[in-house]
């Protein structure tokens, strides 16, 4: 089975890239021009976070994400 991101997942890697990079809540909210509360949720999982703002999120912290579409079916001739 192909590996499946989560919100649980996204939030856990967003604050251990966070820490590593020993940065607080507040400043990647300064930064990010998102707030705390945004932040504090984000890195809990919580599902109904935006999908802009963790966007931007992800990019002030310098993370990558690969999105790849499934193999389109080939058509019967």
Do not use: H, W
């Not at 991101?5 to 967003?14: A, D, V």
């Not at 990010?32 to 931007?56: N, P, Q, V």
């Not at 999105?67 to 058509?75: G, H, Q, R, S, V």
Request: proline share 8%.
């Amino acid at each position: 089975m192909p590996f499946r991101y989560t919100p649980e997942r996204i939030g856990k890697l967003i604050r251990q890239t966070r820490k590593n990079l020993g940065v607080t809540q507040r400043d990647l909210a300064l930064t990010s021009g998102t707030g705390m509360r945004f932040i504090i949720d984000l890195e809990k999982g919580k599902e109904t976070c935006e999908i802009g703002k963790t966007l931007t999120i992800l990019n002030t912290l310098g993370i990558s994400m690969t999105l790849t579409p499934p193999p389109t079916p080939a058509k019967e001739e």
